[in-house]
């Protein structure tokens, strides 16, 4: 197995700017009364918090300075009482603002999610050529749970915290604009390092993403082969792959942690001393009269929000950049262009009432991955309404290749297909693959029932209509014999089938589909010879008033195939019946001899 690639070079790491948040607007725009809502509890909540210094400064300078008693007993009531006052206005209008927040947090993440979802799903094959299923698998969960703590949670507090840190800075440079001039000439000095110190931070939290799905890559490929890599006995080895992929993973995140602890550490240290020299600055107008103890209070009160706001921002502007990262790995997938689209404006098939009739014209065609290699080589072949049609040949002769062209999983670089006269890149992909029923070499089993497997062919079929397409597959038997019937859980891609009962499934739910152009490939290859007498029976049947194409190795299934096809290298080098091809002595006639005579 390859092994996973090695993490970026440091001055190689891959950079995420907060600009990349912007991806995110186009799912934020639908809920814009929620936002406002949210903002103006926001606001809210920030002003309460503002006006608290103000309630503090009356307390003390008429409430513990009075020289009068009885007046300093009332002033402190009144003055408990508004502080009071904010306290309550502050828990409201707070825990409205997270409800809203987190609401809209995780809705636009359920959202990214499923539209993401829906965007890779209609990736044509070429897509999966360069992008591992884990890495997108990664992206779904890890990224946007990511995205779901920024937009649910750290937006927001930064937000608040840039307002209470704007509104601190307004009042103490209103109350005390000398000192506050001093303070905001040091706070440049603040800021700006810590600017450029979080360009390294984004770099890194971009690459630790990139780690983590690297491992995914690793856990999904090979839990998906469990069987395979204990017939090798290659636990140890596939637990060392993936060990070393986390361990690059947890370097790479604790060289993002650490940068963020040492810009997290200068923020705080640098607000620090802002606070102490506000602080020194106003015990010295104190003591020289130039303003009251309730003044130096408020200055107190002021600084601290204002050194608490800085600090928080630190920390919020480094999640801030750990989103970025994860958003902009999101809108790649979401930017990612199949190169098959639908035509626009798309037309209508041909009828069809006795099987589709299929052309193809001189296809040339490579796959992306291996642009120097013919896939297929001027390939001509026309197959009538109700023909079946067998193609045969060694290993990368083309047969599955003129499959995934018939289907549109790629387009041919020269050359056309034509389904009842129209050329398919003409046709719309749903109206095209809906007249097109498949039986793949290797059958997909859902996690699902038995019923709900095979009606995954026609979603809106009765349960009679599935029951009659898996006698006709010969698939009823062994059903109504599971614990649980035709309701029984098959398992995770059919793990508690045999090959043979997989391959069954498949079929029944291709009959059910009841499409006029059916694809077999090698759809029989999994059965013993009992089992595939009869289910080649029931797929004659299904032939009938339907055209078949269909791939096989063993020329037993292909005998009463109407015409024979014998490809080599992309090109078709025979054609003719299993009688006239064996009697011509030729391609054919020596695999013929070879299987025959085994």
């Not at 507090?157 to 604009?177: C, D, E, F, K």
């Not at 397409?469 to 859980?489: K, N, T």
Request: net charge positive; proline share 5%; no cysteine.
């Amino acid at each position: 197995m390859p092994s996973p690639s090695a993490p970026p070079a440091q001055d190689a790491l891959p950079r995420a700017s907060p600009r990349a948040l912007s991806g995110l607007l186009p799912f934020l725009r639908p809920y814009r009364g929620r936002i406002a809502l949210a903002g103006f509890f926001l606001v809210m909540a920030a002003a309460a918090t503002l006006a608290f210094p103000v309630a503090l400064r009356g307390l003390i300078d008429t409430g513990v300075a009075a020289a009068d008693r009885g007046e300093r007993l009332l002033a402190l009531r009144e003055h408990f009482l508004a502080l009071f006052g904010v306290a309550v206005a502050l828990g409201l209008f707070s825990a409205a603002r997270f409800y809203l927040v987190s609401w809209l947090g995780e809705r636009v993440t359920a959202d990214l999610r499923a539209a993401v979802y829906a965007h890779v799903l209609r990736q044509s094959p070429e897509f999966f050529e360069t992008t591992q299923t884990g890495e997108v698998i990664s992206r779904l969960t890890t990224d946007t749970t990511v995205v779901q703590t920024v937009v649910g949670s750290s937006l927001s507090l930064g937000l608040r915290n840039t307002v209470m840190g704007l509104g601190a800075l307004g009042m103490l440079v209103w109350t005390n604009p000398w000192v506050m001039t001093q303070v905001l000439l040091v706070l440049l000095l603040v800021v700006l390092p810590a600017m450029a110190f979080g360009r390294r931070v984004r770099r890194l939290s971009r690459a630790s993403q990139d780690r983590v799905a690297d491992s995914s890559a690793i856990a999904a490929e090979v839990l998906n082969a469990v069987p395979v890599v204990q017939s090798y006995t290659a636990e140890a080895r596939e637990a060392a792959r993936f060990e070393g992929a986390t361990e690059r993973a947890f370097a790479t995140s604790v060289r993002r942690n650490r940068a963020r602890a040492l810009l997290v550490a200068f923020v705080i240290i640098g607000t620090a001393a802002l606070l102490l020299w506000a602080l020194y600055r106003g015990t010295q107008a104190v003591l020289a009269g130039s303003i009251s103890p309730g003044h130096l209070g408020q200055t107190v009160v002021y600084s601290v929000i204002l050194a608490g706001a800085v600090a928080v921002l630190g920390e919020v502007y480094g999640e801030l950049l750990r989103a970025a990262g994860a958003t902009e790995r999101l809108m790649e997938l979401l930017h990612a262009r199949s190169t098959v689209q639908d035509p626009q404006p798309a037309r209508a098939p041909g009828v069809a009432a006795a099987g589709s009739a299929v052309r193809l014209e001189k296809l040339r065609f490579s796959y992306p991955s291996r642009p120097a290699t013919p896939a297929l080589a001027d390939l001509s072949l026309s197959i009538r309404p109700g023909e079946t049609v067998a193609l045969v040949g060694p290993s990368g002769a083309g047969k599955s290749t003129v499959f995934q062209l018939l289907l549109r999983f790629y387009d041919p670089q020269q050359g056309r297909i034509l389904l009842d006269g129209v050329p398919i890149r003409e046709l719309g992909l749903q109206a095209l693959r809906a007249r097109i029923g498949v039986v793949p070499q290797e059958p997909v089993i859902f996690s699902a029932s038995a019923m709900e497997n095979i009606r995954y062919g026609r979603p809106g079929a009765s349960d009679e209509a599935v029951r009659a397409a898996a006698r006709a597959a010969f698939a009823d038997g062994f059903i109504e014999a599971l614990p649980g019937g035709w309701d029984s859980f098959l398992g995770e891609r059919g793990v508690r089938l045999s090959g043979g009962q997989r391959q069954r499934i498949a079929i029944a739910r291709a009959m059910l589909k009841d499409a006029p152009l059916l694809l077999l490939d090698e759809a029989t290859s999994a059965l013993d010879a009992e089992s595939e007498r009869v289910v080649q029976a029931a797929l004659e049947s299904a032939m009938r008033n339907r055209t078949t194409l269909v791939i096989a190795h063993r020329l037993a299934t292909v005998q009463r195939a109407d015409r024979i096809v014998v490809l080599d290298h992309g090109r078709i080098v025979e054609t003719g019946t299993h009688e006239a091809l064996v009697a011509a002595g030729g391609t054919y006639a020596g695999l013929a001899a070879l299987q025959f005579m085994a």
